[in-house]
T-cell receptor, first 113, second 114 residues
């Protein structure tokens, strides 16, 4: 089947700390992988994506590399800011699943000054 | 472009009341979705519509009905609300064509059933 597993939160970091949020997946077919971000009181928005093995998605200082051998897509940022406080969702989609997306449970990040 | 819009933003219902959540997108997308978000549960798919004229059940369809009114609009109806349906509801859309990847979300409807 298709599923996404994220590290449990909440995560609290000091400003300028290094961030890693782990994500692993199982998929039928060859998935595209995504990280979405949800700021307080808002809907989800795409943060970055990767569509094939070894691709690195990046945006706003965040990065994630598609690792097929470990079925992982971990989110990293070298120096977090208070404005990065949000909930982060890992997700996947495959052509086998058609237009269905599968989301992890989300990881809440709070960055303190 | 407004993207994906949802109405209302907030709603309080009493148990047994009915209501319809409205969703519209102006991006000419083929697919539309309804999710609910609950603490610790992430996003769960209620129903989706892969294209105009089709709808399919997702992970948690019980207690809900949907209508894909046209390509732009996808509504979610609660016929007899229950406290277990207290949640934040998100509508989303997706182009669905080859080379398209991103799902776009509305701002959400926060529903409380007392």
């Amino acid at each position: 089947g298709n599923s996404v597993t994220q590290m449990e939160g909440p995560v609290t970091l000091s400003e300028e700390a290094f961030l890693t949020i782990n994500c692993t997946y199982t998929a039928t077919g060859y998935p595209s992988l995504f990280w979405y971000v949800q700021y307080p009181g808002e809907g989800l928005q795409l943060l970055l994506k990767a569509t094939k093995a070894d691709d690195k998605g990046s945006n706003k200082g965040f990065e994630a590399t598609y690792r097929k051998e470990t079925t992982s897509f971990h989110l990293e940022k070298g120096s977090v800011q208070v404005s990065d406080s949000a909930v982060y969702f890992c997700a996947l989609r495959t052509w086998v699943t058609g237009n269905q997306f599968y989301f992890g449970t989300g990881t809440s990040l709070t960055v303190i000054p | 472009n407004a993207g994906v819009t949802q109405t209302p933003k907030f709603q309080v219902l009493k148990t047994g009341q009915s209501m319809t959540l409205q969703c519209a997108q102006d991006m000419n997308h083929n697919s539309m979705y309804w999710y609910r978000q609950d603490p610790g549960m992430g996003l769960r798919l209620i129903y989706y519509s892969a294209s105009e004229g089709t709808t399919d059940k997702g992970e948690v369809p019980n207690g809900y009905n949907v209508s894909r009114l046209n390509k732009r609009e996808f509504s979610l109806r609660l016929e007899s609300a229950a406290p277990s349906q207290t949640s934040v509801y998100f509508c989303a859309s997706f182009q669905g064509a080859v080379g398209s990847y991103e799902q776009y979300f509305g701002p959400g409807t926060r529903l409380t059933v007392t």
